[in-house]
Antibody
Framework: QITLKESGPALVKPTQTLTLTCNFS??????????VGWIRQPPGKALEWLALIYWNDDKRYSPFLKSRLTITKDTSKNEVVLTMTNMDPVDTATYYC?????????WGQGILVTVSS | QSVLTQPPSTSGTPGQRVTISCSGG????????VYWYHHLPGTAPKLLINRNNQRPSGVPDRFSGSKSGTSASLAISGLRSEDEADYYC???????????FGGGTKLTVL
């Protein structure tokens, strides 16, 4: 059974850098074709894809946020980390990580991150 | 504004059939598989349809997906109160070199 869980701060200040961790079990990020992605949902708005890292360390970023995002993996820890710089109140959202094998499934429960001074 | 266009809302009565559309372009729906997700706010989105029309194990056959050209649809037959949720389409976009989600459709069961 594949499970993922997001962790990180619930509150960050504007201009700060957000660091989120996705800890997963039930699969290995060293298996060919596997990836882990991040998706967010601002309150009352739609899902928005942010980034994806593959087993071979290939990385993809949303072109709209690419300059602010970094995704990394630690295969030995079953962990994927997303950093987002220069946080703004509009970045307030629930952030999800998800297993990817051509599509996102399953997803973690999400973590609500609020950006406020 | 999303690359993929979905109606913001739709509704139906128990037992009815409803469809939700997802309109895109040649670089996304026209070239790649479409996926559909069921989402209740505060919970993890759940995969309903993969590769245009495949139902993952455990998804009732009341749910079906289709694709034609640059548009896709999700159909829900035998509508039930527990189907009330937000539904999203998702697809890889070759031009953006990334994933795109539709704006989401809120389904209300009257």
């Amino acid at each position: 059974q594949i499970t993922l869980k997001e962790s990180g701060p619930a509150l960050v200040k504007p201009t700060q850098t957000l660091t989120l961790t996705c800890n997963f079990s039930g699969f290995s990020l060293s298996t060919g074709g596997v990836g882990v992605g991040w998706i967010r949902q601002p309150p009352g708005k739609a899902l928005e894809w942010l980034a994806l890292i593959y087993w071979n360390d290939d990385k993809r970023y949303s072109p709209f946020l690419k300059s602010r995002l970094t995704i990394t993996k630690d295969t030995s820890k079953n962990e994927v980390v997303l950093t987002m710089t220069n946080m703004d109140p509009v970045d307030t959202a629930t952030y999800y990580c998800a297993h990817n094998w051509g599509w996102f499934d399953p997803w973690g429960q999400g973590i609500l991150v609020t950006v406020s001074s | 504004q999303s690359v993929l266009t979905q109606p913001p809302s739709t509704s139906g009565t128990p037992g009815q059939r409803v469809t939700i559309s997802c309109s895109g372009g040649n670089s996304n729906i026209g070239s790649n598989y479409v996926y559909w997700y069921h989402h209740l706010p505060g919970t993890a989105p759940k995969l309903l349809i993969n590769r245009n029309n495949q139902r993952p194990s455990g998804v009732p056959d009341r749910f079906s997906g289709s694709k034609s050209g640059t548009s896709a649809s999700l159909a829900i037959s035998g509508l039930r109160s527990e189907d009330e949720a937000d539904y999203y389409c998702a697809v890889w976009d070759d031009s953006l070199n990334g994933w795109v989600f539709g704006g989401g459709t809120k389904l209300t069961v009257l």
